[in-house]
């Protein structure tokens, strides 16, 4: 059985990390306005009431 280089092991683990966790970050990214979307309208400011002439 061949011996494995610890670069080499290094190396395939960040060719593989590095993709999945843009990917993740883009999903998660990507989903936040699916969370947020209903307390958008809580959150907004009231609109103050006109002054009166």
């Known amino acids: 059985m061949k011996k494995t280089s ?4 290094a190396l395939a683990f960040l060719v593989v990390a590095i993709p999945l ?7 998660v990214r990507n989903s936040m306005p699916l969370f947020t979307a ?7 400011p ?6 009166a002439p």
């Open 46 to 51: 009231v609109p103050a009431a006109p002054k």
């Open 6 to 9: 610890p670069l080499l092991v």
């Open 38 to 44: 209903g307390n958008a309208a809580a959150a907004a």
């Open 21 to 27: 966790g843009w990917g993740f970050y883009r999903s």
